[in-house]
């Protein structure tokens, strides 16, 4: 039976990374992993495609109508915190949101310690994140290839608990956060040129719906 339900798995992720850009739109993406199982299959696609970001949130996919209408609640959150925080890139993704800060913007090289700069940010994005209280947020922290494994793995475990800190300090529930350090292990950009490795040296905060969100959600679509 485990291995049956692996194969399933395999087979959807498999299907949703060769079809999703082409042959489904998000709602009907969100109806096949929701049926499936998101947290395998979102852990399974995460992996394969280098992306963290995208399997955590497709991990954490309701799918089917339901799944559509946090969609439109996040779509809402998103544009406001693109207006809200112009120095961050905001990527809608399935049923969540990635707000991507460069770590130029939050900290000083190699440091740990949020710079001047980084206050502003997350200040403004910290005034969205009360607006919308029925989310939940993983802080990703991720580094490029220079340096030790076990240093980068540190550098990016010490920084995304630097934003938890700050964040929770101005008045976000720590039970709505989770943290986590991937140091080099997971670069959206090329190590091979000093533009890349400066884009991969950044945080990621994932803003996904829990469970009040979802039950909400469910009522407003009918189930």
Same mark, same amino acid.
Do not use: W
């Given at each position: 039976?485990?291995?049956?339900?692996?194969?399933?798995?395999?087979?959807?992720?498999?299907?949703?990374?060769?079809?999703?850009?082409?042959?489904?739109?998000? =709602?009907?993406?969100?109806?096949?992993?929701?049926?499936?199982?998101?947290?395998?299959?979102?852990?399974?696609?995460?992996?394969?495609?280098? %992306?963290?970001?995208?399997?955590?949130?497709?991990?954490?996919?309701?799918?089917?109508?339901?799944?559509?209408?946090?969609? /439109?609640?996040?779509?809402?959150?998103?544009? *406001?915190?693109?207006?809200?925080?112009?120095?961050?890139?905001?990527?809608?993704?399935?049923?969540?949101?990635?707000? $991507?800060? %460069?770590?130029?913007?939050?900290?000083?090289?190699?440091?740990? &310690?949020?710079?001047?700069?980084?206050?502003?940010?997350?200040?403004?994005?910290?005034?969205?994140?009360? /607006?919308?209280?029925?989310?939940?947020?993983?802080?990703?922290?991720? =580094? &490029?290839?220079?340096?030790?494994?076990?240093?980068?793995?540190?550098?990016? $475990?010490?920084?995304?608990?630097?934003?938890?800190?700050?964040?929770?300090?101005?008045?976000?529930?720590?039970?709505?956060?989770?943290?986590?350090?991937?140091?080099?292990?997971?670069?959206?950009?090329? %190590?091979?040129? $000093? &533009?890349?490795?400066?884009?991969?040296?950044?945080? &990621?905060?994932?803003?996904?719906? %829990?469970?009040?969100?979802?039950?909400?959600?469910?009522? *407003?679509?009918?189930?």
């Amino acid at each position: 039976m485990r291995i049956l339900k692996g194969i399933m798995f395999g087979l959807v992720a498999l299907s949703v990374l060769m079809f999703s850009c082409k042959s489904m739109n998000k =709602t009907q993406k969100g109806a096949v992993i929701g049926t499936a199982g998101g947290a395998a299959v979102g852990a399974v696609i995460g992996k394969a495609a280098g %992306n963290t970001a995208l399997g955590a949130i497709i991990g954490a996919t309701v799918g089917g109508v339901t799944g559509a209408v946090i969609g /439109k609640k996040m779509d809402k959150q998103a544009e *406001e915190i693109k207006k809200q925080v112009p120095d961050a890139k905001v990527e809608r993704v399935e049923e969540g949101i990635v707000v $991507e800060f %460069n770590s130029k913007i939050l900290f000083g090289f190699d440091r740990s &310690d949020l710079a001047n700069s980084a206050e502003r940010n997350l200040n403004d994005l910290v005034t969205i994140l009360n /607006k919308y209280p029925d989310t939940n947020i993983e802080i990703q922290g991720h =580094t &490029d290839n220079a340096g030790t494994d076990e240093y980068n793995q540190g550098l990016s $475990e010490r920084r995304a608990s630097a934003v938890s800190a700050y964040i929770r300090g101005k008045g976000i529930s720590n039970s709505r956060i989770t943290i986590k350090g991937f140091g080099e292990t997971a670069p959206k950009y090329s %190590n091979d040129a $000093e &533009d890349g490795r400066a884009l991969n040296r950044r945080v &990621d905060f994932l803003i996904t719906a %829990n469970e009040k969100m979802k039950a909400e959600a469910k009522k *407003e679509a009918g189930q």
